[in-house]
């Protein structure tokens, strides 16, 4: 019992230290630069895609899995399936 007591102390301990030193750092950083209608479009600039870096937007995906299966049995082709978040429509892989 008394070994538990120490060694919540010590995590205690330590979570404190670890966040006076987080809050000195912090404050000693320069001050983020004001947000202003040049800066703004300097970001917004870096934040979008850019040409060429999201080719596979260019790609003319389907939607409608129906409609895929019926183009790719007209061209004797695959299907390409991609789904994210556990919900393909098509049942478990």
Known sequence: ??????KMMSVVLLLLVSAVELASRMS???PAEALT???????????RP????S???EIPWFLD?????????????????YSSGGA???GAC
């Open 55 to 57: 080719r596979w937007m």
């Open 65 to 81: 899995l129906h409609a895929a299966r019926q183009k790719a049995a007209i061209e004797g082709k695959a299907l390409f399936i």
């Open 1 to 6: 019992m008394l070994m538990n007591k120490r």
């Open 37 to 47: 209608a040049t800066t703004f479009a300097q970001y917004q600039k870096h934040i």
């Open 28 to 30: 000693a950083a320069e």
């Open 88 to 90: 393909t429509g098509i």
């Open 50 to 53: 850019q040409p060429g870096e």
